[in-house]
């Protein structure tokens, strides 16, 4: 079945880095982009950025540019999130999601990783 | 940036039709998604391009999107259909962005 399946959870101190991976199967990694979104704890959905499988076009959120960087690799059918010079309000759970492009939304999710920023 | 805005709470009876509105500057041009997440779980597409139902979503699940303001709509609520949703927007300037959530809960 079409699933995404991401890394642990981190523990990260304020300053440091953070790359998640999330890993899919069930279907052809190419023809999809993926997006990630961010959740911090008791609030909405952030959405922070999606890449072109295919090509690895990138669009970040105005927010985070400067500190994300999305990757993937098509070898492993992996993609990558990181994220650089964490702050506490970096906290929260990130999900990768596949997405194929703006009319179609994002039609699996995986099942999240929990991220803390703490001294 | 464009945000869309959700009230943060919906209340419905079982068996009733619950609305939930997402509203921006003619949103009705632009493409809505909406997401169902229950607690401790991943989102889940429930609507997406305004309207259309992916495969395994109950019929009584519908959207629509004109002017101002979309909508989702809810049919005949059930217990299980308590969960918080979320609108998606998708144009070429502001790319993707999530409205603030609804909190829907069945009486």
């Known amino acids: 079945q079409v699933q995404l399946v991401q890394s642990g959870a981190e523990v990260k101190k304020p300053g440091a880095s953070l790359k998640v991976s999330c890993k899919a199967s069930g279907y052809t990694f190419t023809s999809y982009g993926i997006s990630w979104v961010r959740q911090a704890p008791g609030q909405g959905l952030e959405w922070m950025g999606w890449i072109s499988v295919y090509n690895d076009n990138t669009n970040y959120a105005q927010n985070l540019q400067g500190r994300v960087t999305m990757t993937t690799d098509t070898s492993t059918s992996t993609a990558y999130m990181e994220l650089r010079s964490l702050r506490s309000d970096d906290t929260a759970v990130y999900y990768c999601?596949?997405?194929?492009?703006?009319?179609?939304?994002?039609?699996?999710w995986g099942q999240g990783t929990t991220v803390t920023v703490s001294s | 940036s464009y945000v869309p805005t959700q009230p943060p709470s919906v209340s419905v009876a079982p068996g009733k039709t619950a609305r939930i509105t997402c509203g921006g500057n003619n949103i009705g041009s632009k493409n809505v998604h909406w997401y169902q997440q229950k607690p401790g779980l991943a989102p889940v597409l429930v609507i997406y391009?305004?309207?259309d139902r992916p495969s395994g979503i109950p019929e009584r699940f519908s959207g629509s999107n004109s002017g101002n303001t979309a909508t989702l709509t809810i049919s005949r609520v059930e217990a299980g259909d308590e969960a918080d949703y979320y609108c998606q927007v998708w144009d070429s300037s502001s790319d993707r962005v999530f409205g603030g959530g609804t909190k829907l809960t069945v009486l």
């Open positions: 999601a596949r997405d194929r492009g703006g009319n179609y939304g994002m039609d699996v």
């Open positions: 391009y305004d309207s």
